[in-house]
């Protein structure tokens, strides 16, 4: 049966407001969450950081002679010298020189300014031994925790996901025995094989001398595990290498 040149019209008008009504609902609908984990892609074909920490003489002096802590700066930069990251301490005066178990919230930016990453290590009593770091990306949306362990001498800690699931250890050397040598903390799984290693370097023996320290893992690693790790990274300089525990290594380290 032929249709009719009427109904044909009628069709035709309900497929147009079919398509305007399409068009109006994919326009409301909300976009990509501009933080899903966009901000983290920079790291998917990384495999070494590679952390300065910026001082200069002025201020080793005052740390060394006068006591003085000062904020932390780190510079991040990947295998090849490009810039990654800056880690910026976010914290008073009194905070950073009264107590010894601190809190404090570091800033990680990337080139553009925008905050990407955030750590926050909550205060502790001097006498305790569990520091612990929370790494957030996008700041206030935890991606993992990185949990120091009790040990008589050697340091480990347990890197967990944003569910505090255990993801893998951190494993280092006795600090105080292993002072004219790289200092190497082993990233190993949970199964017991090692994988990588945080390096905390002191001689020419190190892939990058003029580096405070240089982390390796995988380049597969999970983009929020290897943002955890610079978490892992700042806490261990932060427990064993902060000047008012090792102050020579801080002036030393003016003339690498």
């Known amino acids: ?79 090849i010298g490009n810039h990654v990251f800056s880690i910026l301490e976010d914290s008073d005066y009194c905070s950073r020189n009264i107590h010894t178990g601190r809190s404090f919230t570091m800033n990680i930016v990337n080139d553009s300014n925008k905050e990407v990453i955030r750590l926050e290590h909550p205060f502790i009593c001097w006498s305790c031994s569990g520091h612990e770091v929370e790494v957030q990306s996008p700041p206030g949306v935890p991606v993992g925790h990185v949990r120091q362990n009790w040990h008589v001498c050697q340091p480990k800690f347990t890197v967990e996901n944003n569910q505090r699931e255990p993801e893998f250890k951190i494993v280092g050397p006795c600090v105080p025995l292993s002072f004219c040598v790289d200092q190497e903390f082993e990233l190993v799984s949970l199964s017991g094989s090692a994988f990588g290693k945080i390096v905390k370097p002191f001689s020419c023996s190190c892939v ?15 983009d929020k595990m290897k943002a955890t790790l610079l978490g892992a990274c700042v806490l261990i300089d932060f427990v064993y290498y902060d000047p008012p525990k090792q102050p020579l290594l801080s002036l030393l380290s003016v003339f690498k």
């Open 1 to 79: 049966m032929r249709t009719s040149v009427t109904a044909k019209l009628t069709i035709y008008i309900s497929l147009v407001k079919s398509n305007m009504e399409l068009s109006e609902f994919t326009t409301m609908m909300p976009g990509p969450d501009p933080y899903r984990f966009s901000e983290l892609e920079t790291l998917t074909m990384i495999d070494q950081f590679f952390i300065y920490k910026e001082r200069n003489m002025d201020e080793c002096i005052d740390e060394v002679c006068c006591g003085k802590n000062l904020d932390i700066r780190y510079t991040v930069k990947d295998d």
């Open 208 to 222: 990058n001398v003029n580096a405070d320290f240089v982390l390796q893992f995988p380049v597969n690693l999970e």
